[in-house]
């Protein structure tokens, strides 16, 4: 089962950026569609984004959308999560894992490993 490493959450103010990075230690980690997940305290877990494979196809979260950027470099095996325009609602431990190739893409969680996550908080 690939397993993932998160980094590069952080504190930040309100209206600033952030990039969390999702990092594999597989070699094959180009054949796997990835998510990026987040919960905060006494919320459910929710999807944020999601990028295929190769890259060509991605999905965001309404809540997300046109301020999130999600982007991956399989020659480093690693996808990133590029965060603007940060509100206090995005707060939130943030997760990455495999998620399933559907066509289109859904951010459909595949398997049941979920490692540490890299803790956003966004506060003045």
């Known amino acids: 089962q690939l397993q993932l490493v998160e980094s590069g959450g952080g504190l930040v103010q309100p209206g600033g950026s952030l990039r969390l990075s999702c990092t594999a230690s597989?070699?094959?980690?180009?054949?796997?569609?990835i998510g990026w997940f987040r919960q905060a305290p006494g919320k459910e877990r929710e999807a944020v984004s999601c990028i295929s494979s190769n890259g060509r196809s991605t999905n965001y979260a309404d809540s997300v959308k046109g301020r999130f950027t999600i982007s991956r470099d399989n020659a480093k095996n690693t996808v990133y999560l590029q965060m603007n325009s940060l509100k206090s609602e995005d707060s939130a431990v943030y997760y990455c894992?495999?998620?399933?190739?559907?066509?289109?893409?859904?951010?459909?969680?595949?398997?049941?490993?979920w490692g540490q996550g890299t803790q956003v908080t966004v506060s003045s």
């Open positions: 597989r070699l094959s980690f180009d054949y796997y569609a």
């Open positions: 894992v495999p998620v399933r190739p559907t066509i289109p893409l859904m951010c459909a969680v595949s398997g049941d490993y």
